[in-house]
């Protein structure tokens, strides 16, 4: 990664950090290596009160070049995947922050095919924002023009239905927009397939876009879901990459649990390619225990769903994803798709005719405590030799039955502890520790 690009994308405070100039450069940079200036780009966004800001300035980067702009409005992430690939575009560019609060913004490229950028391509372009004189200018009609497409969340949403063979009806869904990309085509799409849907945080309010919802907070999900009898709950972040369901009883069920349950579904079916499912090193080792169980390999990666994408590529996976809920179905998606990953795992409870509380006890999960410690300099805390006695020390005591792991945010100043083992208690004072010492040095 360079000095612009985290694990996904361009992310920072806007219109202080990630400026009105950076996007411009941005739009500038990325038009030039992904289409020379000559052809299509596509960009679309969540309900952050900034994306107008950055949209703007995307746009007249873009058209600076001569290549051409196609406003594709609020919609989903995977959104812009799927219409950069079946409209034929030369790129797909995403402003959000994901599950970030509302003050950060961020910027993320797709290629022709819907996949995220390698570090290849993001290290060129960065070069190019560096290097602006190498990016033509040309002048009078050569100049690029800003398109809308009206269309683009219905083609959206008429795709992710018909990535399932049943209908919903007789199931009763919450669904929590987090306020966020997903407010219109998470109950629509839900209510195309026949289910009685309830939808809450489902304004396009950029003001309160994952604030105290969504993925990342389902205390209101649950009490709607128990309120309403709901056979299960839904919650998306903000732009609708991640899922995090809720049974009927009220009980949380992850990213883990619900690779779990469709992966044994589609091995089941013979779907499941290789016998296979990509995870990243946060998964707990209770999905890996499960699935080795049926026979099914694991592979796993660093945090980041390109990088998990990266491997379903290499071993031709149907399945793979992370404990937060970014879910990639390789055979409808070409990146995490929160939607996709809500249809297919309510499709499992559909044919099956199990609820959800059931289908979740196949996972057996070990205690996980997860600590996040605010820094100054993410490299320095890392390196420094209190944090590696403190790991040592660590691992010795958890030996063979858990394991820590110390990692950097991707998109935040943030350095998070994972610990997993046989009790709650050892897990958390084990990472309370261990971010004690992290702290410190920060």
Partial sequence: MGELFGTDGVRGIANKELTAELAFKLGRAGAYVLCGGQGTILIGRDTRVSGDLLEAALIAGICSTGANAVRLGIIPTPGVAFLTRSMGADAGIVISASHNPVEDNGIKFFDSKGFKLGDEEESRIEAAVKDDLIIPRPTGLLVGRAFTEVQG?????????????????????????????????????????????IAINNQPDGSRINVNCGSTN??????????????????????ADRVIAVDEKGNIVDGDSIM??????????????????????????????????????????????????????????TLGGEQSGHIIFSDHC?????????????????????????????????????????????????????????????EGELGNTGRILVRPSGTEPVIRVMVESPTEEQCTEIADRVAAVISEQG
């Fill in 334 to 394: 070409t990146t995490g798709d929160g939607i996709v990953s809500a249809v297919q795992l309510i499709s499992v409870m559909k044919e099956k005719g199990e609820p959800l509380s059931a289908l979740s006890r196949l996972m057996k999960k070990l205690p996980q405590t997860m600590v996040n410690v605010r820094v100054k300099d993410k490299e320095a805390a890392q390196k420094s030799e209190a944090l590696a006695k403190a790991l040592k020390a660590a």
């Fill in 218 to 239: 389902v205390k209101a999900l649950i009490e709607q879901v128990l309120k309403h009898n709901a056979d299960a709950g839904i919650a998306h972040d903000g732009d």
């Fill in 153 to 197: 969340l219905e083609k959206y949403a008429l795709y992710v239905a018909n990535t399932v063979n049943c209908d919903f009806s007789g199931l009763r869904i919450v669904v929590d927009c987090g306020y966020g990309a997903a407010w219109e085509a998470a109950p629509r799409i839900l209510t195309q397939l026949g289910a009685e849907v």
């Fill in 260 to 317: 779990l349950i469709c992966g044994l579904h589609l091995a089941e079916k013979g779907l499941l390619r290789n016998r296979t499912v990509v995870v990243t090193v946060m998964s707990n080792l209770g999905l890996e225990i499960a699935f080795n169980e049926a026979g099914i390999k694991i592979h796993r990666t660093p945090v980041g769903d390109k990088y998990v994408l990266r491997k379903m590529l290499e071993e031709d996976a």
